[in-house]
């Protein structure tokens, strides 16, 4: 069997194909993860508002909590205390 014989041009050319082609993967993996990124983004403030809605309800019930606390425990006509 013999092998043909590729001139210069001919592998110059392979190469700038394949570099090519490596580049535009390389690019469309840029623009995918960029999407990703954006979309963490999204899911991270969204995360960060839930935890600050969270934060507020459980101050907001420690607060009533410490004013039903001290209501029960004060003496009042319709709670004496002994």
Known sequence: ?????????E????WSIKLQNNVSYQMADIHRLKE????????FIRQEDQLHEYKKNNTYL???LEYDRYVLNSPTPANPQT
Not at 11 to 14: A, F, P
């Open 1 to 9: 069997m013999s092998r043909e014989k590729c001139s210069w041009d």
């Open 11 to 14: 592998i110059e050319l392979y």
């Open 36 to 43: 990703q990124l954006a979309e963490l983004r999204q899911e």
């Open 62 to 64: 420690a607060r009533r």
